[in-house]
């Protein structure tokens, strides 16, 4: 595997963020896990009042936040037209995954019916691969917005864009899904405003921003935010909604816990991190392995759970709290780790499929 080279030029900041890759790392473990506890029939409030629920409230969540912090980073778009010239690069690398899974799924069921299924995933975007669908759309959304000239109008956009949706849920109209959009642009929103105002304001010194993200000051919210999390996790229930309160109470513990993980998993593997002047010719092997995890998620997320059940455990009733519970979730997420890695080695080596399959124009280096 070829290194990076160093050239000494101020284009070093290039260089790919493997915290935060070890970030999204984490996020698509706890996806993998989440899978192996749901699917296995493992969800019982009774007999696990919390572990599902820490996961449920996270999971997706900081999957959202991380995909909005990351276009926090990116330049924003001048005009209209690159606003749109991105859109579309978006659509093909979410959109191309999104509608081929979804007619290879309806092909292998045996009853293909590709126009019944397109239109039963487009109004219950959870029967498929709904988090590339509803990112799409707050990407969309948020690209739009940036192309007005003032900040004021940008964000006059978008609520009116999240009040419409919010009316549209309420209305009992589920094409696209729009109680999905819904409960997942603040996450987006909130990883997006940090990295495209915050940080840069504290990098021109801002006083206080930069008291406000010192590291006193952020821990200090990370040891808040950890107990209204918890807090949160055992006063409510997190896998289903049942009044607004409780959607409420939900959404908070998620932001409340994305925060945790972010911020605490970031900063864990950024004291790491090699000093400047070798991290230029890091080799990939040498990354941490969460942050080699993270380089895949897209990968992951469209193939894991395909694998989840293959061993049966999901017709045995066991208890998580039990020792058959634990090894078979272990069963699982080793079967369907394997697979996954397999299938993802196989068709990383076929451009085409690549393409079709994941979304990518072109391997990873």
């Known amino acids: 595997m070829k290194k990076r080279k160093a050239t000494g030029s101020g284009n070093e900041s ?20 989440g899978h192996c506890v749901v699917k296995n029939n493992m ?15 996270i999971e997706m969540p900081l999957f959202i936040m991380i995909s909005g912090y990351l276009a926090g980073l990116s330049p924003k778009k001048a005009s209209l037209k690159e606003a749109v010239y991105t859109i579309q690069r978006r659509a093909v690398s ?3 995954p999104f509608f081929v899974w979804l007619l290879l799924g309806d092909f292998i069921s045996g009853h293909f019916a590709p126009l019944l299924a397109l239109k039963n995933v487009l109004f219950h975007l959870d029967w498929g691969l709904w988090f590339l669908m509803t ?4 990407t ?21 864009a999240y009040i419409f949706f919010f009316l549209q849920s309420r209305t009992g109209n589920t094409f696209l899904s729009p ?16 990295s495209r105002y915050l940080l ?84 990939l092997s040498k990354q941490p392995f969460l942050a080699q995890i993270g380089l895949y998620t897209l990968e992951i997320y469209v193939l894991h759970f395909r694998f989840v059940t293959m061993l049966g455990f999901y017709e045995k009733g066991y208890s998580l709290y039990s020792w058959k ?41």
Request: hydrophobic content about 55%.
């Open 14 to 33: 290039k260089r790919r963020d493997t915290s935060l890759d070890a970030v999204k790392g984490f996020a698509i473990v706890l996806v993998m896990l």
């Open 43 to 57: 969800v019982d409030a009774a007999r696990d009042p919390y572990v599902y629920d820490v996961i449920k409230a």
């Open 94 to 96: 979410y959109l191309v």
């Open 135 to 138: 990112l799409f759309l707050i």
């Open 140 to 160: 969309v959304l948020v690209l739009l917005a940036e192309s007005f000239p003032r900040a004021w109008q940008s964000a006059v956009f978008l609520l009116a």
């Open 179 to 194: 109680h999905l959009t819904v409960r997942y642009m603040p996450y987006y929103m909130a990883g997006f405003l940090v």
């Open 200 to 283: 840069p304001m504290k990098a021109s010194g801002n006083k206080w921003v930069v008291f406000f993200t010192g590291k006193k000051v952020l821990w200090g919210a990370w040891a808040i935010s950890l107990c209204g999390f918890l807090w949160l996790i055992v006063g409510y229930d997190m896998v289903t909604v049942h009044s607004t309160q409780e959607l409420l109470a939900q959404m908070t513990a998620s932001l409340l816990g994305g925060y945790v993980c972010f911020f605490g998993i970031y900063q864990f593997y950024e004291s790491r991190k090699l000093p400047e002047n070798y991290a230029g010719t890091v080799q």
């Open 325 to 365: 519970g634990i090894g078979a979730v272990f069963a699982s997420f080793l079967v369907m780790s394997v697979l996954t890695w397999l299938i993802i080695v196989i068709v990383k080596k076929v451009p085409l499929l690549n393409f079709l399959l994941f979304g990518k124009s072109r391997p990873r280096r």
